[in-house]
Nanobody
Framework: QVQLVESGGGLVQAGGSLRLSCAASGNIFSINDMGWYRQAPGKQRELVATITSSGRTNYPDSVKGRFTISRDNAKNTVALQMNSLKPEDTAVYYC???????????????WGQGTQVTVSS
């Protein structure tokens, strides 16, 4: 069974930084795109950042210049460095990955369990 496990959420003051990590485990052949999404109370889940297997990144304007996504293909991990945090960044953050899993080369679109990020003003 392939799964994603996140870590690193917490409470931080506005202007502070947090780093989220996500590790994929199980019978994995390869991982295509990886990303982070977030969902605030009463709002839809939204894109925070994505990264391809070759390292190409994408960010919405709301986090561009403040957040940085990175990945370690050898370790099947993805991280999100969040700087200059704002109260509006408060949400549950979810890791996402497109995983080619064994033994039958199934393509799985996986989500982590979510980690809470709270930014106080």
């Amino acid at each position: 069974q392939v799964q994603l496990v996140e870590s690193g959420g917490g409470l931080v003051q506005a202007g502070g930084s947090l780093r989220l990590s996500c590790a994929a485990s199980g019978n994995i052949f390869s991982i295509n795109d990886m990303g982070w999404y977030r969902q605030a109370p009463g709002k839809q889940r939204e894109l925070v950042a994505t990264i391809t297997s070759s390292g190409r990144t994408n960010y919405p304007d709301s986090v561009k210049g403040r957040f940085t996504i990175s990945r370690d293909n050898a370790k099947n991990t993805v991280a999100l460095q969040m700087n200059s945090l704002k109260p509006e960044d408060t949400a549950v953050y979810y890791c996402n990955a497109d995983v080619l899993s064994g033994p039958f080369y199934r393509l799985l679109h996986l989500w982590g369990q979510g980690t809470q990020v709270t930014v106080s003003s």
